[in-house]
């Protein structure tokens, strides 16, 4: 009985001991962060918050406390891409505008995808624009990785990088939203896009 017990405690804890290099979130961790990726915003106090380029921000939820944040950064617009909850009373009595673009984690559709693409060109036209879900993980993160692929050229397996180890909080779960990445057709998602 006694070396039963033991038995099993060795193969308890052996199981929950591995080596480093056993660990590929380790490996991701110890190479450098590439600067290309988007970069955490230290001196605003918004949960999640990231710089994608020097007028698209990304974040989490935000709250009536975040608004002061956003106006010293000069954000101009926030696109929400939650289903359930919108920022109406959040921005009411600013002069950021609010847009929202209902994105389901569980059904990613391509004219969703079109929608927020298209919301995100105003980034370069009408100043600063800030991009959040609940976490600023999954549907951010889907969205921050399309707008790398069809505006800035990056391939599929950095905008997959970016979005899995950018330390924005990504949910492995939703192995749908990697799974929309790698097949999507980015020239198609371009060129509906661009054509209006």
Known sequence: MKLAFIA???????????????????????????IKWAQGVTDAHVNNLHRITPTLYRSAQLSRADVPELQKLGIRKVIS?????????????????????????????DEDMVAALKALRTADQDGPVLIHCQH????????????????????????LDELQHG????????????NYLKRVDVERLRQEVNSG
């Open 8 to 34: 099993a405690l060795s193969v308890t804890l052996a199981a929950l001991v591995q080596p480093a290099h056993a660990d590929p979130a380790s490996e991701v961790s110890a190479r450098p962060r590439p």
């Open 136 to 159: 600023g993980a999954d549907r951010t993160g889907l969205v921050s990785a399309l707008y790398r692929m069809v505006y800035q050229g990056w391939t599929r397996e950095q905008a």
């Open 81 to 109: 891409f939650r289903s359930f909850h919108a920022d109406d009373s959040i921005l009411a009595g600013t002069q950021i505008k609010m847009q929202r673009i209902r994105i389901n984690t569980w059904d990613i559709r």
């Open 167 to 178: 330390g924005y909080g990504f949910h492995p779960i939703w192995q749908n939203i990697t």
